[in-house]
């Protein structure tokens, strides 16, 4: 795996002491790491892991904590700002719209994620053939997914910009993204391609499961 471990852990008890994430959300991206994660392989041909956090106000993070641990900018915008920190990590805030609208109870004035990005930087064969079993996996696993771009058209948000992407979405708060090929900082605007809305969070997916049972994806392909 490309990305370092270790690394991972220091950034995760970051968040965890700054109470950016609650116990469900740390226990996701913990997660990560195990032996048991279903897209291990696209985690390890990833060149970076990000964070993407939602928060109040971008101007109040304790931001020379994060350059004392070797935190850098790589990319700030209004309402924005990405740092990255060794291993292959980053972590991105923000306090303005990255989604698409969908049902949830969360309220702006707290901090929550969004999601996680599997940044797949290499845009050979070999790693597309990687990357374009995310979808099978989704189905083995009952996730939703979607996919973002054809590899012709770029998908563009965040002031960045990326071949393709696919979404995947495990439970109402579980959301990762994949992003495969090279990543272009563009400055002609944010972007129209925000992540889709989790399809666990809009009514055709809002049941009540019977005797405990979870309720899984009835559609598989968007």
């Not at 309220?107 to 290499?122: A, K, M, N, V």
Request: aromatic share 12%; with cysteine.
């Amino acid at each position: 795996m490309k990305v370092n471990a270790p690394d991972l852990a220091i950034l995760s008890d970051i968040i965890k002491k700054e109470k950016f994430l609650n116990d469900e959300e740390l226990k996701i991206i913990s997660g990560l790491t195990k032996n048991d994660f279903s897209f291990a392989p696209q985690l390890a041909i990833a060149e970076s892991v990000h964070y993407h956090i939602h928060v109040p106000d971008i101007e109040k993070l304790p931001h020379e904590l994060f350059i004392s641990n070797n935190g850098i900018v790589e990319n700030r915008k209004e309402g924005y700002i990405k740092y990255g920190f060794p291993g292959g990590l980053k972590i991105i805030f923000s306090h303005i719209p990255v989604a698409q609208k969908e049902q949830s109870a969360k309220c702006f004035e707290q901090s929550w994620l969004d999601h996680i990005g599997i940044d797949i930087r290499s845009d050979n064969k070999e790693a597309y053939i990687i990357f374009q079993q995310i979808p099978f996996i989704a189905v083995q696993q009952d996730y939703f997914f979607k996919r973002q771009g054809d590899g012709l058209e770029a998908v563009k948000c965040c002031h960045m910009q990326v071949k393709e992407k696919y979404w995947v979405y495990a439970a109402k708060h579980i959301n990762y993204e994949f992003a495969f090929g090279p990543l272009v900082i563009h400055e002609n605007g944010f972007g129209i391609d925000l992540r889709p809305a989790n399809p666990f969070n809009n009514p055709v997916a809002e049941e009540i499961p019977c005797c405990g049972e979870q309720l899984k994806a009835k559609i598989f392909v968007n």
